[in-house]
């Protein structure tokens, strides 16, 4: 509904002729201005004519922060009394306050430029009085140096809104000062450095907060520093560093979020604010921050309720603070992982958390239009008469005025409140609801709580759960765990407060476990999941608050042992069960490589550690989703496959580029003889090549380059080394990226095995010495294994040379028998090492009719056959070979048909048992139709070698 504005009064009605006398023209704004405004009509009426029309000719222009800075110096140079000072920097501080006003109550300005204007003032205003204060401190002390006789840094912390950017119209300022380093000041008498820094507060506090004829600028609350207001005023940078580290509390994280350097030295400050980063953003997913959050909304709730002020806009249900803490508790969690969360902005974050996934895009929308109608109406409050008010008004004159400010009718801004304040509150409940409690009437004191607490015994204890539906092998197993983990000596040397968290966490497991088909399987794999992260907290919190991760835990460690372990080896990556839809649809090879690279792009290059780290956390989430959509969503073999193979092919061609970048800085770049840059290649062979990457597989690579002049130097570095040498550097730091144990464990294994000469080759040869070898010197074997190789990464055009070398050589006509003669022996040397079949167990791999047989009598027809059909050389992967092999009509169409199916099945047994952790053989029976379809394979390959021999 349309406002309602009433007939003006006679002070409004004097005040707009005041306006329009002095230039203002359009009155209806100005009535509607100081209907809503208590504080800007007060303005009008007390200032001098030239600042009226000063302010007419300015109000409709939005705020110019260069000006503005240069007014207050001028007025700090200009005013060598110090209450002349004050007077003059508090005028322009309620000047620009009402243009402000006035801005924001007609539209002019949107939310963003009104707190965005609100906090260009500020921090123009701290700034100058910084500055004089400092001055003022140095005439009586000198300068303050440190141990080296450098002049000490200073700066001033905004903290809260004025931090993030944000600040509200009558806001008081949250401040923290802090100093380079201990030392004294070089005046006639020496003082200490925190003495001079703490007259530097006094005097900055006096400055900004004294009320004067004119008011004050700001109230300053100093309460946020280093131990509050009992501690020193002022602390340098490394004694900060320590009291944060030893001393810093949750909430003080929580506060540090917003924390800004509004003055002062801003370059020392943006590195003490690196120093702080690791303080406030936790490397691990810290979901101890919902806990710490929780509790102050509960004392902040229960401060309101004895005050009687639920209408509170900021600290009430639904209010802005709880939209604070909905945001902050994602950044506290999550912003270690993810530079796009470390915002001060609170609206920038909604953003960032809706483009990120963590809550919905449309929730995130609603969100933020919440949040501007709540920030709205807290300024029309304070806007009414510059005071600090977050409370609705009951009084109808009030309420009119400001529903005025906001173009409203009251009623209809009072049902828009409310269902914004709906909009928060619903997103914080859900976020911040206690986790579920045991159900009533359950007798909780005889089960697994009644273990944890030791008010009952093991054997009772089983006994409750074999009553509660458990088997009893199941519960005496699970109980053993947990009494073992009750007495162990972790668990002892816990507060109590940890260990109640725990025993809740395995309470809720217990009791959930027993809706799955499997509970006992599911449970015990979880309670090893739990064993090895009890002493981290953050974890616990993390299965403690979501319900929904803890049904994925133990959803997937129903499913698979070799997850469970994952999850145990790496408990970082229970942040992927939070997202049950993300987890079970892995992404394609594109979005793979753009969040790796993101994520790269967020981290400093220098960190060569943590973005190593990162490769290895990036691979085992992705192995991780896609297990869990393996086993739990049904994804096909070969889309399995795929996503590995995708997976390593980015890891590789990611870890190339950072390596370039190392090695282009030291030693710059190997150079052809036309002067352009060489080249450097990845050939895959095996799993890799084939396309057909496993959980477990490693990674079997040739490294090729194509420099024409070895010897040369490279260019560019800040040394330079011959370009052989720069080759055999790479390839090694490559090799140390990728397979380096590290925390994080190891990105892969990388076998070199197949590159010229073997291990007595070089790690990294030239294209041209490598066709040359492979022209003249290789063996069969190293043929055979061109047929499933391809180039993974790397220069193109040695790529497009290695893609036109690999169908020369295996085009090449052979004789068939002596090529079976020489395959077949290959095959029973490798049976006879390898493979670990027995009177009950068959080896799924090297067993007769296994996967080997089947792959190497698909490369004996491949390498047999290529010269009269190139085509079976297309493909590097043994399902498209076999399906070439059929088009040639060197198989049968119902046998290619057989021979797919029979690979399938048994590349799933062989994932199936990587998942199951049990060894690669199954029964001596498994497979048997499979397994006749490669023996009639592998036999002509047999065949063709036994012709050789009787011939």
Known sequence: RPMSIPESSPR?????????????????????????????????ERAPDDSVAAFAAACGQPPDAAALRTELEDIDRDHADEDAFKAAIRRVRNREQARIAWRAITAADDLDATLSASTGLADACITVALARARRAVAQRFGVPRDADGAEVPCIVLGMGKLGGG????????????????????????????????????????????????????????????PFGLSGPAAMHFAAAEDYYQT?????????????????????PGARFMRILQPFVYRRYLDYTAIESLRELKGRIAEDLARRRQSDNIKLGRGGIRDLEFVVQAFQLIRGGHEEALRNRSLRATLAALGRGGHMPPEQCEALDAAYALLRRVENAL????????????????????????????????????????????????????????????????????????????????????????????????????????????LVSDMRELSQSRLGDLLDQLFREAKALDAPGKALSRALEVVERLAGRGTYVSLLRESEIAREQLLRLCMASPWIAHLLAQQPMLLDQLLDSRALYEPPDRDAMAAELRRRLDEMPEADIEARMNLLRRYRQEIVLRVAAADRLAGLPLPKVSDRLTWLAEVIVEVTIDEVRRE???????????????AGFAVIGYGKLGGIEMGYGSDLDVVFLHDCDDQGAETQGGRRSVAAAVWFSRFAQRLVHWLSTQTAAGRVYEVDLQLRPSG??????????????????????????????????????????????????????????????????????????????????????????????????????????????????????????????????????????????AAYRELRALVHERALDEADGTAPVDAAASARAVVGRLWQRCEDAAGDAASS
């Open 247 to 267: 001393h810093g509390r949750e909430w003080e994280r929580y506060a540090m979020i917003k924390a800004r350097v509004v003055a002062g030295d801003h370059e």
């Open 382 to 489: 304070q806007m009414r008469q510059d005071g600090q008010t977050h409370s609705l008004p009951d009084d109808a004159d009030e309420r009119a005025a400001v529903a005025a400010a906001l173009e409203r009718d009251w009623d209809a801004l009072r049902a828009r409140l409310d269902e914004a304040r709906e909009t928060v509150a619903s997103a914080f409940d859900a976020l911040f609801a206690e986790p579920e409690a045991a159900p009533s009437g359950r007798d909780d004191g005889a089960g697994i709580l009644g273990l944890w607490q030791g008010s009952v015994t093991p054997d009772d204890a089983v006994a409750a759960l074999v009553s509660d539906d458990y088997g009893e092998d199941d519960a005496r197993k699970a109980v053993e765990t947990v009494d073992r983990l009750r007495r162990s000596r």
């Open 12 to 44: 409004i009605a004097e005040a707009i002729d005041r306006l329009q006398g002095a230039g203002l023209a359009d009155a209806e704004a100005a009535r509607r201005v100081l209907f809503a405004s208590n504080f800007v009509l007060h303005w009008v």
């Open 759 to 900: 291990s007595a080759g070089l790690l990294v040869t030239s294209f041209e010495a490598f066709a040359q070898y492979q022209r003249q010197k290789a063996w069969t074997w190293e043929h055979q294994a061109l047929v499933r190789a391809r180039h993974v990464c790397g220069t193109p055009a040695i790529g497009e040379a290695f893609e036109t070398l690999r169908r020369e050589l295996l085009c090449i006509e052979r004789d068939a028998a002596a090529l079976a003669t020489e395959i077949v022996a290959m095959r029973d040397r490798m049976r006879k090492h390898l493979d670990t079949s027995n009177s009950e167990r068959w080896d799924v791999k090297q067993g007769p009719g296994g996967l080997a047989d089947l792959e190497f009598a698909t490369q004996f027809l491949v390498m047999c056959h290529a010269h009269g059909h190139p085509a079976l050389v297309d493909w590097p992967d043994q399902w498209r070979q076999t399906d070439a092999l059929a088009e040639a009509g060197l198989l049968a169409s119902d046998e290619a048909e057989a021979a797919v």
């Open 166 to 225: 944000e600040l509200n119209f009558s806001s008081d300022v949250d401040l923290m000062l802090f100093f380079g380093a201990p030392g004294e000041c070089d005046g006639a008498k020496a003082r200490a450095n925190d003495e001079y820094f703490a007259q530097v507060v006094r005097l900055l506090t006096a400055y900004l907060a004294e009320s004067t004829a004119e008011g004050f600028v700001y109230r300053v609350d100093w309460a946020l520093r």
């Open 663 to 677: 090695m282009r800085a030291e030693y710059g770049a190997p150079l052809r003889g036309d002067d352009s840059e």
